[in-house]
């Protein structure tokens, strides 16, 4: 009974300073934490709507959970909408940063997450290059400025209807899931904008 | 008198079979349907094949040379296992397509178990299995047969099934002759009954494989036909896809399927419900090379249980 | 000069002799996972150094305190916290390679190489024997990860790190899948096993 007791209070007293630890260190980390998510929300944000100047978010009156972002101009005035879309892909769920202009034309879509299939599905976020390795050597600089092919082709499409956005070969499934979880939500974001 | 008592340990009668004479027979068997092929698809198929069955025999010589074992691509293992992969294979495939397949199916498939007779899986299906999950795209784009460039390009009829399209303009003798897409070797079925009789005469094969095989998807594809229970167009499904290349001549290999006869009725009928029910449920249009390969899989399993019985034990 | 020389072969031997992967086959699920580019090989094999090397000095520092019978769930707690700080550290500075290793990172806790060393070094050897042996062994994990991931990276996507090798190569898009790993690391485990028998 004592040997319990004791070993108890011995891991007690581990678990306890672990506690502590991780407390701490999550008090250091969670502001930084924090800014990098917002970072990122920020540039992709940018991505989609590279003419806005600033960004607001717009909730559901009722329950207050985000809709979409206005992208408005330095005047003020509204450009466009971003917003996300999720779709099934093959293996994980393909999130993706979508905006579209009032009319509904879609200015950039870009790939937030996605687990797919490296070298198949994965192509829905992959940058087609010409620049080789022996390039490099060479001194060529790596294109960065590149967007990936596949979402390239969202630009200036009618959001809704996505014509001549073409599947990845050997990909069916990954691109379809781009496409209509776009062709989707644009469809209820469009809904709410003439209505709401 | 020059009696000389001969001290040998048994068997004591021999045949003239040997490894090496069935490998070239079943080579020998497979030729018609090669044939078929190169009529049907011109000289392009036939290159590919060539290329397949150089490669094989490269891969195998150059790793038994490295591995200080004796070279054996006389046997002629390593052409047979070309020689099928390059029937598995579009006819419009690029040409380093079968020497990838190739040297995948002697290296993986085969010699890393340690040579002819030791593996568990089909080479030549382990080299199609590869290819399919590596480039997908060279594997399932199919040229139409020459001179009938209105038939549908770039699907097999089992591929345009899959995607909801019905085949009209193909008739049943059309099948027969192999004038559709496919890969090589498994379009030309006259060719290939030609082929699988031959082998069940000489007795090089046996019946059981074939048979439970193919009567098995053919019995599943009747029942789960398009319009309901018992409509299936079974015919379609024999002729069609790659069922009787893989049923007579790939199912069948010594190594990989089971030694009795009562396993071999049960691999065939493994293989034959898995194809169909890739056929009618998977991903795939077609799925002999992946019901092979599991029933490979399945093989040492069976054989432990359909073992006959010491007489005595 | 005798010391320093067994204290240098505590940390040469998880690079070779004893190497975590190739040889004591530890850590295997990881490795197949992360194992598609080099970036995010050595982002795992950091990560993994750094948790090792954090148990490690813990364990041998706390080994008279922990009783026998509790030792395990001890180890996990002290393993566990590390692996914490490890992934918040990541997700602060670095969150495009904790996206890129997603879930592995806090699977750390359960990579049977970081309680492997715990339970069977670090619980019996003094810190300094420990630090070098966590070093050893993280740097040996490491080393393996980008060796695998090199090949897989070359031949299941065509680059190297990052970078592509020549316009006219169609991948092998299998080797960059589960199944490309399996092969990878058992054709490698093969050719080591190969080499320590032929010495």
């Known amino acids: 009974m004592k040997t319990i007791v004791n070993h108890g209070l011995i891991l007690g007293m581990i678990c306890l300073v672990a506690t502590g630890l991780l407390a701490t260190v999550d008090k250091a980390t969670r502001p930084r934490i924090e800014a990098q998510a917002r970072l990122e929300l920020e540039n992709s944000l940018k991505d989609v709507l590279p003419e806005a100047v600033s960004f607001e978010p717009v909730t559901a009156p009722e329950n207050n959970t985000l809709l979409y972002y206005k992208g408005l101009d330095a005047a003020r005035a509204l450009i466009g909408v971003a917003f996300t879309a999720q779709g099934k892909g093959y293996s994980s769920m393909i999130e993706t940063m979508v905006g579209m202009k009032p009319d509904g034309t879609i200015t950039a879509i870009k790939v937030l997450n996605q687990n797919e299939t490296p070298g198949l599905g994965s192509q829905i976020n992959e940058v087609k290059t010409d620049v080789t390795i022996l390039d490099v050597f060479k001194g060529k600089k790596p294109d960065t400025a590149r967007k990936p092919w596949f979402t390239e082709q969202f630009s200036q499409k009618e959001a809704t209807g996505l014509e001549g956005v073409q599947s990845i070969t050997g990909a069916t499934i990954s691109s379809g899931a781009v496409i209509d979880s776009v062709k989707q939500k644009s469809r209820q974001i469009k809904e709410l904008l003439t209505h709401g | ?313 | ?199």
């Not at chain 3, 680059?159 to 020549?166: C, D, N, Y």
């Open chain 2, 1 to 313: 008198m020059d009696n000389k008592l001969i001290i040998g340990s048994p068997p004591h009668v021999h045949t003239r079979e040997t490894t090496a004479r069935i490998m070239w027979m079943v080579t020998v068997s497979l030729v018609p349907a090669g044939i078929g092929a190169v009529v049907i698809f011109g000289l392009q198929a036939l290159w590919l094949t060539l290329w397949s069955i150089l490669a094989a025999v490269a891969t195998e010589a150059v790793i038994q040379f490295l591995s200080k074992s004796k070279i054996s691509i006389a046997d002629g293992s390593a052409v047979l296992t070309g020689l099928l992969l390059a029937y598995n294979i579009p006819p419009n495939a690029p040409f380093w397509i079968p020497i990838a397949g190739s040297c995948f199916a002697i290296a993986i498939g085969k010699m890393v178990f340690g040579g002819l007779g030791q593996n568990i899986f089909n080479p030549a299906l382990v080299g199609r299995a590869f290819l399919m999950a590596s480039w997908p795209a060279a594997m399932t784009t199919f040229c139409a047969p020459l001179g009938k460039a209105d038939a549908v390009t770039g699907a097999t009829p089992l591929a345009a099934l899959k995607e909801g399209k019905i085949v009209e303009s193909l008739s049943y003798l059309d099948m027969l002759l192999g004038l559709r897409g496919g890969c090589i070797g498994e379009v030309c079925i006259i060719a290939l009954l030609v082929g699988a009789v031959f082998l069940l005469i000489r007795g090089y094969i046996s019946w059981h494989i074939p048979v439970s095989f193919i009567g098995s998807t053919a019995l599943l594809m009747f029942i789960f036909g398009r319009q309901g229970a018992f409509t299936g167009d079974w015919l379609f499904h024999i002729l069609n896809g790659g069922l009787l290349l893989g049923a007579c001549f790939m199912a069948t290999d010594y190594v990989t399927s089971p030694l009795t006869a009562r396993g071999q009725i049960i691999f065939g009928i493994g293989c034959g419900v898995l194809t169909a029910v890739i056929r009618l449920w998977g991903g795939y249009p077609e799925g002999v090379s992946y019901a092979i390969l599991m029933m490979n899989a399945a093989t040492p399993l069976i054989d432990r249980y359909t073992r006959k019985r010491i007489y005595g034990t």
């Open chain 3, 1 to 199: 000069m005798a010391k320093t020389n067994n204290l240098f072969l505590e940390f040469w031997k998880g690079i070779i002799k004893e190497n975590p992967t190739f040889v004591l086959a530890l850590g295997l699920c990881p490795t197949l996972a992360v194992s598609i580019s080099v970036a995010n090989a050595v982002g795992m094999g950091v990560a993994a150094t750094f948790v090792l090397l954090g148990s490690n000095i813990m364990i041998a520092l706390l080994k008279n305190f922990i009783p026998d019978k509790v030792r395990i769930p001890c180890y996990i707690v002290v393993i566990a916290t590390f692996v914490t700080i490890a992934e918040l550290s990541m997700k602060a500075y670095s969150p495009a390679l904790n996206r890129a290793l997603g879930i592995y990172v806090p699977l750390i806790v359960v990579n049977c190489m970081v309680l492997g060393r715990a339970e069977a070094f670090a619980s019996k050897n003094n810190v300094v024997a420990s630090i070098l042996d966590a070093l050893g062994m993280g740097v040996g994990f490491t080393v393996a990860l980008i060796l695998i991931s090199a090949i897989r990276e070359l031949l299941g996507a065509g680059k190297i790190a990052g970078f592509v090798v020549t316009k006219n190569f169609a991948p092998a898009a299998m080797i960059a899948m589960p199944s490309g790993a399996l092969l990878v690391i058992g054709l490698l485990l093969g050719y080591f096993n190969y080499l320590k028998e032929k010495n």
